[in-house]
């Protein structure tokens, strides 16, 4: 728990309690919410007197991140970014450019520790959970240091959004308020390596976000050696909260499946993928879409991607069997956009030198 207020993850409502709580009127949130989540600090809250200024500074805790490092593709201008937080801790968000806007990846904690086992993120563990006002911070801080609106936000960097579910959905009523950053919910996508008890938890709180399920194996056997989670909720547990979420909301639902040279990218793989899918949202109507990845290659796995050729005959095949399926592209790959890898290596830089 922070010690001191934190006025970022606060919204117009809270604010006006503080406020009141402070002897000042409830109008000053109204002052100060849209200059809080245009980036502006205590000192630069000039429509608020001296006074009420300083006391701000004194009771309350600037979460805002610094940038600690960028990188910069000289493909395709993706921006990695390397934030340090209030504590010390960093964290990465990567800025994505395309025709349609800019989409930014952010964090939602310090670390993670679902350890699946082709990330790099999940290396070291969880440290902590990001505050909402550290996930809106992502997106004020790359938006003011590129100078571009950021228009869609996906929430796959380090750290499982449902493991953080209270402090995740506070961001996402603050980053969508009209009188903030208004960014529409339909533009924001939400990735779970498979917490049961979070999406029916997600289905309920009812916000018209994307739901992106990290699914990677078609098979408990295959997806148990990779990812962790699902020891805990098998595949038909996983996919029985996916078609309740969709029947709750009406929401299109989207699965990731990172393809691992010999591990999970054979034919037969492909096969059993799209028999486990048709069968587990027949008769509902959801139309059913898997992006495919290659996997990131980090030192510490030792996995290997495959060919694209393999890549694309995989998508093929579920395409034949009448699934969506696209093969995503692979953004800031000479600044190793993939999340997890920067910090990795600062933390590594960081206990080298201490």
Same mark, same amino acid.
């Given at each position: ?5 934190? !006025?970022?993850?606060?919204? @117009? +409502? %809270? &604010? ?6 402070? #002897? ?27 006074t009420l200024r300083e006391r701000l500074k004194a009771e309350t805790l600037d979460t805002l991140p610094t940038v600690e490092e960028k990188l910069v593709s000289k493909i395709d201008g993706t921006v990695k ?45 969880? !440290?902590?959970?990001?505050? @909402? +006002? %550290? &996930? ?6 790359? #938006? ?8 869609n936000i996906v929430m796959m960097g380090i750290g499982e959004p449902l493991d953080n579910f209270d402090n995740v959905v506070k961001f996402l009523r603050l980053v969508n308020h009209p009188d903030g950053l ?173």
């Open positions: 728990m922070l010690e001191k207020k934190d !006025l970022y993850s606060m919204l @117009p +409502s %809270e &604010l006006e309690e503080y406020f009141v709580s402070l #002897g000042e009127p409830k109008f000053r949130a109204k002052q100060v919410f849209p200059r809080l989540a245009a980036g502006c600090r205590i000192d630069g809250l000039t429509n608020l007197s001296k970014y390397l934030f340090r937080l209030f504590d010390g801790s960093c964290i990465e968000s990567v800025l994505m450019k395309y025709k349609h806007g800019n989409t930014l990846c952010i964090s939602s904690q310090v670390g993670c520790y679902m350890g699946c086992k082709f990330c790099a993120s999940t290396i070291g563990g969880k !440290l902590r959970d990001l505050y @909402p +006002s %550290e &996930l809106l911070g992502q997106v004020i801080v790359a #938006g003011a240091d590129s100078g571009e609106r950021v228009s208004n960014i529409g919910y339909r533009h924001i996508s939400l990735s779970t390596c498979g917490i049961v008890t979070g999406i029916y938890k997600l289905a309920e709180v009812d916000l018209p976000i994307t739901l992106s399920i990290s699914l990677h194996a078609a098979t408990d056997e295959k997806r148990s050696a990779i990812m962790p989670i699902n020891n805990k909720w098998k595949i038909s547990e996983l996919l029985s909260a996916c078609v309740d979420y969709y029947k709750t909301t009406g929401r299109r639902i989207s699965f990731e499946y990172t393809l691992i040279s010999g591990k999970n990218d054979t034919a037969a793989d492909a096969e059993e993928l799209a028999t486990l899918l048709n069968t587990a949202f027949r008769g509902t109507g959801a139309p059913i879409h898997v992006n495919l990845i290659r996997v990131n290659e980090v030192k510490e796995t030792g996995f290997k991607r495959g060919s694209a050729e393999t890549v694309n005959a995989f998508a093929d095949l579920l395409e034949k069997r009448g699934i969506c399926a696209t093969v995503r592209r692979r953004l800031g790959s000479d600044v190793n956009a993939a999340c997890g890898q920067l910090r990795r290596s600062r933390m590594n830089k960081e206990e080298s030198s201490s």
